[in-house]
């Protein structure tokens, strides 16, 4: 339940938010900031300027410091890209000789909620107060640097607005422009058209070479420019359960069902141990045998092991069912008893009011005003019961309005106690009104869930000592022998599966299908390890990973198994086109047709603006602009297209009656253009001259 479990979390974050998050500087608290070991080094440059490791590091500690749950990795590669844009756009401010005044500067502080909002620089009234602000600082030397660095984002971030404001106002578009458009949606044009298909032409039919997907690269260089990248090819050697271990565990597991005999030493007598079966205390019972603590809850069928599930929902109170498998547990369930209506599922319409807790109200009222507008949806539902799922749609302030007010299922308090008390004291099919802190709810009870208590003995399947043992004696064996032979050979001489190639950059965590293995691709980046070096990895609650940098690849074009899929579409259907065009001539469009093997077809009333062909063809713009051009009765040239190759006769040109005015038009096109805005980062980064070191570094 998307609102009612919403809890309001204030950012520790102070950060100089710019538009399009280009500038995000994220310190640890509100005025302190940690620090780092010295280094020299450098993690990188842009244009010529260099980022310390130091100063980068810092930053990349306080983003993963912040809360928002990420890894370093992730962390290095966000501030990595700020650095980037905050480089490139710093160059384009200095040659502007753009400048910040005190007044703009404090407004972009101000902005920023933990200064705008701090209780300590707003006045009586609750309004940011300059004065106040200016006064604490001065009162606290000791944090100068604070607000150094806070001025420093503030003037990055005022700076932009006004970069950002000059680019906009110098998009422009002109009457001309709108005419065009104008022109391209009314103009048309009727034509005959052949029609020879790519698609007629078997693929197999046409082959590709590796040298001819390299040639087409080499035209467009930047589009196929790819990271410096290394392939790791690996062996994995898993630590898992043996059948003898699973065996093992199973016996064990069993063995817990009956009671046991154990020497007393006090005694010295025997004592007979009750098991599973006659256990007193259930819950001690289970926690001082199973590896996963015991739970008083009751589950819904829904919830239980789907191979299991019938037999352990429909088990009588005191009924043991198992050993089973569950996930990489053995387990034993007694049955403990069974309730009804453990789990409800409702649907709701939330009607908020100013002060409640809820972020998405679509409207501002009253408590009073809330009240009256629910009252009156509920009247609406209990006359027509079918409304409910749209009335919540275009209703309701909560999240899941989207669902039509669906919570799916949920447990005894979970919700807040009004919610809660209504939905389980009454049945299914009930509506009803009740009020929470969040506002008025109109509930509607859709089903309910009995569950059952069990009490369960679940025991890992992992491997045991010896076979742990036996999985490193083999690694280690692979990896000495491997390192003096052939990987491959190796891996087939132990009966080992060579897994298929990875291929990371520098900055990746992921590692093929193991997922993230940030240690093995440092290591494949580092500095003194050569192609062929062989390395055991030990990877937690997997095995031992057995890796060979197979090879280097230097920056530069993608390899040729990447660009294959994207390339050799388009390079077949230009060796398809020349054999399509060897067999459309012809004086007329009957007789090219004819040579072709294909019916000639008709486009009638087609724009520029929407260059589509009848007959599930699709787009064809140059097909159509060359059917503008013709003359009415003229016969084109074969026209390589998107789908085929084709040949065009006009049958005429019907042009739109002029307009006076293209305001409309030229307002459309602005509005088109707005996001130009957009492309000046991407095009700076293309044009600069980037060094990128973080792959010697560790995160």
Not at 320 to 339: D, W
Not at 403 to 430: A, E, R, T
Not at 672 to 682: G, K, T, Y
Request: glycine fraction near 6%; include cysteine; charged fraction near 25%.
């Amino acid at each position: 339940m998307a609102v009612l479990a919403k809890i309001r979390q204030r950012s520790a974050l102070l950060i100089g938010a710019i538009a399009l998050a280009l500038f995000a500087f994220i310190i640890q608290d509100l005025f302190s900031k940690g620090g780092m070991g010295e280094s020299s080094k450098d993690v990188g440059s842009i244009n010529g300027k260099d980022i310390s490791f130091e100063d980068f590091r810092i930053k990349v500690s306080s983003v993963e410091k912040s809360g928002q749950g990420i890894t370093s990795t992730e962390a290095a590669n966000r501030v990595w890209d700020q650095e980037v844009s905050i480089a490139l756009l710093s160059s384009e401010f200095d040659k502007l000789g753009l400048r910040v005044g005190e007044k703009h500067l404090l407004e972009v502080l101000k902005a920023d909620q933990n200064i705008g909002k701090n209780p300590m620089f707003l006045n009586a009234a609750g309004m940011f107060d300059v004065a106040k602000f200016k006064e604490y600082f001065k009162a606290n030397p000791e944090q100068a640097q604070f607000l150094k660095d806070r001025e420093k984002d503030a003037d990055l971030n005022a700076k932009y607005q006004i970069y950002n404001t000059l680019i906009k106002a110098g998009l422009y578009t002109t009457v001309a422009e709108g005419k065009l458009k104008y022109e391209m949606e009314a103009n048309k044009v009727n034509f005959a058209f052949a029609a020879g298909l790519y698609s007629s032409i078997k693929d197999s039919d046409v082959k590709v070479t590796d040298s001819e997907i390299v040639d087409f690269m080499k035209k467009d260089e930047k589009k196929f420019k790819a990271d410096e990248t290394r392939e790791v090819q690996y062996v994995l050697i898993e630590d898992k359960a043996s059948k003898e271990d699973e065996a093992e565990i199973k016996a064990k597991i069993t063995s817990l069902l009956s009671g046991s005999v154990v020497y007393n030493q006090k005694t010295g007598k025997n004592d007979t141990l009750p098991g599973f079966k006659s256990a007193k205390n259930v819950a001690d019972f289970v926690n001082s045998n199973s590896d996963v603590p015991y739970d008083s809850t009751y589950v819904a069928k829904k919830d239980l092991p789907a191979v299991d599930a019938d037999k352990l929902f429909s088990l009588a109170p005191g009924e043991i069912y198992g050993p089973y498998v569950f996930g990489k547990y053995y387990c034993i369930s007694k049955s403990l008893g069974f309730k009804a209506g453990v789990n409800a599922k409702a649907s709701h319409i939330l009607i908020s009011y100013e002060g409640t807790q809820v972020p998405n109200q679509k409207e501002k009222r009253t408590k009073e005003q809330a009240k009256a507008k629910a009252e009156e949806i509920l009247a609406q539902v209990n006359a027509n019961p079918d409304s409910f799922l749209m009335l919540a749609f275009t209703a309701s302030d909560d999240s899941s309005a989207q669902q039509g007010g669906d919570l799916g299922y949920f447990g005894q308090n979970q919700m807040v106690k009004p919610f809660n008390d209504f939905v389980f004291n009454n049945s299914i099919g009930k509506v009803g009104l009740v009020e929470t802190p969040f506002g008025f709810h109109i509930i509607k009870i859709t089903d309910k869930q009995d569950g059952i208590r069990l009490a369960t003995i679940a025991q890992k399947i992992e491997a045991s000592e010896a076979t742990s043992d036996k999985a490193f004696t083999q690694a280690t064996k692979f990896e000495m022998d491997a390192a003096d032979k052939d990987f491959n050979q190796v891996a087939k001489e132990m009966k080992l599966t060579v897994a298929a190639p990875a291929t990371v950059k520098a900055m990746d965590e992921n590692f093929g299908p193991l997922g993230n293995q940030r240690t093995i691709v440092r290591w494949a980046f580092d500095k003194e390890t050569s192609k062929g070096d062989v390395k055991r990895f030990e990877v937690s609650n997997v095995g031992h990973v057995i890796a060979q940098l197979k090879s280097i690849n230097k920056t530069g074009l993608v390899s040729v198994d990447v660009a294959r899929p994207y390339v050799e579409p388009i390079l077949k259907n230009k060796k398809k086109a020349e054999m399509l065009k060897a067999k459309m001539i012809g004086t007329t469009i009957e007789a090219v047709a004819k040579n072709a093997g294909v019916a000639v077809q008709q486009a009638t009333d087609v724009t520029m603006n929407n260059p589509i062909l009848p007959g599930g063809v699709g787009q064809e713009p140059k097909v159509v602009g060359n059917a503008f051009a013709l003359a009415a009765g003229k016969l084109s040239a074969p026209i390589e297209g998107n789908t085929g190759v084709y040949v065009v006769k006009n049958i005429s040109t019907i042009k739109a009656p002029a307009l006076k005015d293209h305001a409309a038009y030229v307002a459309q096109v602005k509005a088109q253009s707005a996001q130009d805005v957009n492309r000046i980062l991407p095009a700076l980064k293309d044009n600069a001259k980037i060094v990128d070191n973080r792959a010697h570094f560790s995160y």
